[in-house]
């Protein structure tokens, strides 16, 4: 049976995910991927995880790469930079609040494996990849999303915000009609990764470890999941 994983999380780890593929997960035809975003932002290697990703994206495996809060403020920080270019042809800089707030979170470390200082200089099939990235998928007995959903309101799909940026929720099963919900964004102790699969009280499955963070205590793994076993494949930082 084609194997079906999901990644999360990867935060520009290029070696780290290039081992996690070929050294531990090593993907056939057929097999299905699952990244659910943050592909980018705080470790060194932004470009090459896109670059990575797109690659597999064209092999003979499906490849489904969802958007996480760090994709699209980079592509809030592009077209702020575009939009002032054209409003002030160059002539001098105006603040650019956008890209100050994708700063904070790691913007700079993209910009830097770019080899650019501007957002504007990213090269255009980059946008047009992150513009393209999905909201959301649908398994057989999961929903994936990067954040997660907003079960306040009637049709969780509607909110797409939410699926980007969402730290709090609680699953109505109702609403997931009995699909149990997996995300990353919130960076979460392995321990409640490996209790969260192993017990079927939980209704939800984080999958960021924090891989970035190798200096905390349970964190700094990148993770992988495999949907039709839930086997845990986990790959320590190794950047």
């Not at 924090?210 to 793994?221: A, E, L, T």
Request: charged share 25%; aromatic share 10%; proline share 4%.
């Amino acid at each position: 049976m084609p194997k079906k994983w999901v990644i999360a999380d990867v935060h520009g780890c290029f070696k780290t995910l290039k081992a996690l593929m070929e050294e531990r997960l090593c993907p056939a035809s057929g097999d299905t991927l699952y990244f659910l975003g943050d592909y980018i932002d705080r470790g060194p290697s932004s470009k090459e995880v896109i670059d990575y990703v797109r690659v597999l994206q064209a092999s003979d495996m499906h490849v489904v790469a969802l958007m996480g809060n760090h994709e699209e403020s980079m592509i809030q920080s592009i077209l702020e930079a575009r939009s002032q270019k054209k409003k002030w042809l160059g002539l001098f800089k105006k603040p650019q609040p956008t890209r100050a707030a994708w700063f904070n979170f790691g913007g700079e470390h993209t910009l830097q494996s770019f080899g650019v200082e501007d957002p504007l200089l990213i090269p255009n099939e980059y946008f047009e990849w992150l513009n393209g990235l999905h909201n959301y998928a649908i398994e057989d007995k999961y929903l994936l999303s990067h954040a997660g959903f907003n079960f306040n309101i009637e049709n969780i799909f509607e909110d797409t915000d939410s699926m980007r940026w969402i730290r709090d929720f609680t699953v109505d099963m109702k609403k997931t009609n009995g699909k149990k919900v997996i995300h990353g964004h919130v960076p979460v102790q392995l321990d409640l990764i490996k209790e969260s699969i192993s017990k079927p009280s939980f209704n939800f499955i984080d999958l960021d470890n924090g891989c970035v963070f190798k200096n905390r205590p349970g964190m700094g793994h990148l993770i992988a999941f495999e949907l039709n076993t839930s086997e845990l494949v986990i790959q320590a930082n190794i950047e």
